[in-house]
């Protein structure tokens, strides 16, 4: 898997392709949507991910699988796995006690049960294929967890919560599902939380050293600081609502991977510096699918890369983005690679930067800006839309609409000694410098994750 732009387009075909991994994927870059199938295309993703999201599969053949072995006691079996990962010394006979004073199903245990051992997994492994097997365990077991009927119970280490109806407040590290009340999280670093009702608040949910999983289902939610990682692994997935994402967020250094997904409405991104899709020797990727969203942010913001790989995509709506400088499709490398995407499918959007943005390669970088649909508005500094000052490749590509774009000097297609295209209505399919364009990112993203 030596291509970037397959394994992106990967990522946000995954609600289609639950069970393949990122390796099996070999799409052709003349196989990429001509101007004419784009909006049925993001119409039918938009559905895809409604309707498809969720996904039925064997729960008691999965636990097996993971832990080569069967139980008749999964939660409480996972229970202890989840406190010697932890480090937290326990009484089994304890433990049974708790999971047998449960009012839970059988399903729902075993339910419980397999997202326990897929986030061991996910957290010791940290890379892509435990990314998507903890996925595809939340999209599994999603719809028996919410279901669960119950008031908050605490375990007998406070670890781990099946958290109720009530608003409850959680203010260390744990496994928590919740079905219910608009609950607040604070400062708990290297996480796992499953919410499935509510207004929620997030504040500080980061990943050093280790890994957080957020899953909500419902909701107006508030994040502050979450999503973020150093060395370790971040992913947080939002269903519904209209949300808002304030401080760092989808942020990743030193070789970690962070993963913000957000389903459907309006949402507003609001951060200072080193936000919404910034890496430093890692990866980040940012995916929001539908609603008219605003993402305001200040330096290195957006798709901004030094040493990694940034990607945000947004699907539809009319958008806004602004940021101040080394932002909106930012890349340069020293020991690897930098490589940043902003890529816009639909809508009428705005982009607001200051210099070295929208599509800016620094030396060995690769910076791509890429809007297909919709009127869209670019307004940039110096060294910016399509700017390639040293050994660089960057692109600005608009595929359709009425664009206007205004920038600085040494832009709008500006390169010395890297390459730069800068291409307004440009068609996609079959067009052979665009597919130079891409052979030049020989990128390897197993230089990150093995
Ligand atoms: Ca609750
Ligand atoms: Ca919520
Ligand atoms: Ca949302
Ligand atoms: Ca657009």
Redesign the pocket.
């Given at each position: 898997m030596k291509k970037i732009i397959p394994f992106l387009i990967l990522i946000v075909l995954l609600v289609d392709q639950p069970s393949h991994g990122y390796e099996k994927s070999d799409i052709n870059i003349e196989d990429l949507p001509s101007k004419e199938d784009i909006t049925g295309f993001v119409h039918s993703f938009g559905m895809a991910i409604k309707n498809n999201f969720f996904s039925s599969g064997n729960i008691y053949e999965d636990l097996i699988v993971i832990n080569g072995e069967d139980s008749n006691n999964w939660l409480s079996k996972a229970m202890k796995d989840y406190y010697n990962f932890t480090g937290m010394e326990y009484n089994g006979t304890e433990v049974e006690q708790f999971v047998n004073s449960l009012s839970l199903t059988e399903e729902q245990r075993a339910a419980i049960a397999l997202l326990i051992y897929s986030y061991i997994q996910t957290a010791n492994e940290n890379n892509m294929n435990s990314m998507f097997r903890i996925i595809n365990a939340i999209r599994e077991t999603a719809p028996i967890i919410e279901k669960i009927n119950s008031s908050?119970v605490r375990g007998p280490y406070g670890l781990f919560v099946i958290?109720?109806?009530?608003?409850?407040v959680y203010t260390s590290p744990g496994f928590i599902i919740?079905?219910?009340?608009?609950?607040i999280y604070r400062n708990m670093n290297n996480s796992f939380i499953f919410?499935s009702?509510?207004n929620d608040k997030y504040r500080n949910i980061d990943s050093i050293n280790g890994s957080c999983v957020i899953y909500d289902e419902e909701g107006n939610d508030n994040y502050l600081n979450t999503c973020t990682a150093s060395n370790g692994f971040a992913l947080t997935m939002d269903l519904n609502g209209n949300d808002r994402y304030n401080g760092s967020i989808c942020s990743s250094y030193n070789n970690s991977l962070a993963l913000l997904f957000d389903a459907s409405g309006c949402d507003i991104y609001k951060g200072n510096e080193r936000t919404q899709c910034y890496s430093e020797s890692s990866f980040s990727i940012l995916i929001d699918v539908s609603g008219d969203d605003i993402y305001d942010a200040k330096n290195f913001s957006q798709a901004s890369s030094f040493d990694g790989v940034s990607a945000l995509i947004d699907l539809s709506g009319n958008d806004m983005f602004l940021a101040r400088n080394a932002s909106q499709a930012f890349a340069t490398g020293s020991n690897n690679k930098g490589v940043a995407i902003l890529l816009n499918m639909e809508g009428d959007d705005y982009y607001q930067a200051g210099d070295n943005s929208q599509g800016y390669a620094g030396k060995m970088g690769f910076a791509a800006i890429i809007d297909f649909i919709g009127n869209d508005i670019y307004k940039a500094g110096s060294y910016s839309q399509a700017s390639a000052p040293f050994m660089g490749v960057s692109a600005l590509i608009d595929v359709d609409g009425m664009n206007k774009f205004r920038h600085g000097a040494f832009s709008g297609g500006f390169m010395m000694g890297g390459i730069s295209f800068f291409m307004n209505n440009y068609e996609f399919r079959g067009d052979s410098r665009v597919i130079n364009m891409l052979n030049k990112l020989d990128f390897d993203i197993s230089d990150f994750f093995g």
């Open positions: 908050t958290g109720g109806k009530e608003n409850d919740e079905t219910g009340g608009d609950d919410d009702m509510g």
